[in-house]
């Protein structure tokens, strides 16, 4: 079975703090996303990846960067945590090249900035 | 601009009928579908899937019915179990591909 670790699954943080957000697939997974989750919005696209050191802005990006430097690692960036920021994140990854198709999830991190 | 969309917040039935969850799409370029099932405190699981060159896809009790003329994509699942109750998410990829666009989620509850 494919396996997407997210690093955890409670963070608490503080208005300001740059904040890593850590995700491992292990099926050599071309593709990996981040999404956030709010109730009545659905999954929303911040960034995702293709490749190594590749990345592409998804439809909400602003206040988040990622970084790729390994194939099986993504990680999400928030470089100055403001409290709407506050958020269920998701993270996946997909294995067929240049379409999402079925992504595979991790647990999720609930991420709650005071 | 909500291209997926799911009109309905919550579904409430009981177990053993059928339960049928809605979805919407406005763009023309996507050509597959997919639904996922979301627990609490979990990441969401894919559940079935759908090929816009196909009108139907069947696994087990889930069947995925697409109309394309309408935009429309339902999920039925018969019969419906307590451990059913989720929030499912439709979702659509594009022909040039690379992303899911996901609905709001609508949250099944299937009562004993």
């Known amino acids: 079975d494919v396996k997407v670790t997210q690093s955890s699954r409670y963070l608490v943080k503080r208005t300001g703090e740059k904040v890593f957000l850590e995700c491992v697939q292990d099926m050599d997974h071309e593709n990996m996303f981040w999404y956030r989750q709010d109730p009545g919005l659905g999954l929303r696209l911040i960034y995702f990846?293709?490749?190594?050191?590749?990345?592409e802005k998804g439809d909400i990006p602003e206040g988040y960067s990622v970084s790729r430097e390994k194939k099986e690692r993504f990680s999400l960036i928030l470089e100055s945590a403001s409290t709407n920021q506050t958020s269920m994140y998701l993270c996946?990854?997909?294995?067929?090249?240049?379409?999402?198709?079925?992504?595979?999830f991790g647990q999720g991190t609930r991420l709650t900035v005071v | 601009d909500q291209q997926v969309k799911q009109n309905s917040p919550s579904l409430s039935v009981q177990e053993g009928r059928i339960s049928i969850l809605n979805c919407d799409y406005t763009?023309?370029?996507?050509?597959?579908f997919l639904w996922y099932k979301k627990y609490p405190a979990e990441g969401p699981t894919f559940l079935i899937s759908i090929s816009s060159i196909k009108d139907k896809n069947e696994d087990g009790r889930f069947t995925v019915f697409l109309n394309k003329s309408a935009k429309h994509l339902s999920l039925h699942i018969v019969p419906s179990q307590p451990g059913d109750s989720a929030v499912y998410f439709c979702?659509?990829?594009?022909?040039?591909?690379?992303?899911?666009?996901f609905g709001e989620g609508t949250q099944l509850t299937v009562n004993p």
């Open positions: 763009n023309s370029m996507f050509d597959y």
């Open positions: 996946a990854s997909s294995g067929s090249k240049g379409r999402a198709l079925k992504a595979f």
């Open positions: 979702a659509a990829e594009e022909t040039s591909g690379s992303r899911l666009t």
């Open positions: 990846s293709y490749d190594v050191k590749m990345k």
